[in-house]
């Protein structure tokens, strides 16, 4: 590859991280050519884009993207892809299901949300995590709960207890 072919692709590894806030990183040595294609079928048809880098290039396109990737740089050694989604999980859950067939994808490391998650260990706390919007529908979930009990009581019995408080407060007046 020539240095204008290089200098293309660290711009749009840098657009990528620029417009991504989850970026997984995986080592597919292992895999033969067949497994590869699976993987890359797999990863397509749950909105995971998939892309092999040179790992000095995949560094300088880290450094320009003005985001702080910290340790993540430490595991670009051997092969590296790059598997970037919208949705934060689905590249991790896709190793995890893709592990049935094979075993040879490994987990390197992740940048989720300005957090990094390094190792193939740190796979099942990947898959379980929880999104910001799970996390938001449960916190209003909370919220809404004692509201509604209010509500409930107030329905039940709300007309004969509001009557007497209000009779309460005017004989204490």
Request: net charge positive; aromatic share 4%; proline share 2%.
């Amino acid at each position: 590859m020539n240095k204008a072919g290089k200098s293309e692709v660290v711009s749009e590894l840098t657009e990528t991280f620029k417009k991504n806030n989850f970026v997984y990183l995986a080592d597919t040595n292992g895999l033969s050519a067949n497994e590869t294609n699976q993987l890359r079928r797999l990863l397509f048809e749950r909105g995971v884009s998939m892309r092999m880098v040179k790992n000095s290039l995949l560094r300088i396109a880290m450094d320009q993207s003005g985001k702080d990737f910290g340790a993540l740089k430490d595991v670009l050694k051997g092969t590296t892809c790059v598997l970037t989604s919208e949705l934060q999980k689905m590249p991790a859950q896709s190793i995890k299901d893709f592990r049935g067939a094979s075993q040879n994808v490994l987990l390197k490391g992740a940048w989720i949300d300005n957090a990094v998650f390094l190792g193939d260990e740190q796979l099942a706390i990947l898959v379980n995590l929880k999104t910001k919007n799970d996390l938001i529908g449960e916190i209003i979930g909370l919220l809404q709960s004692p509201i509604k009990n209010v509500i409930s009581a107030l329905q039940t019995n709300g007309p004969q207890k509001i009557g007497g408080l209000v009779k309460a407060l005017q004989e204490r007046n």
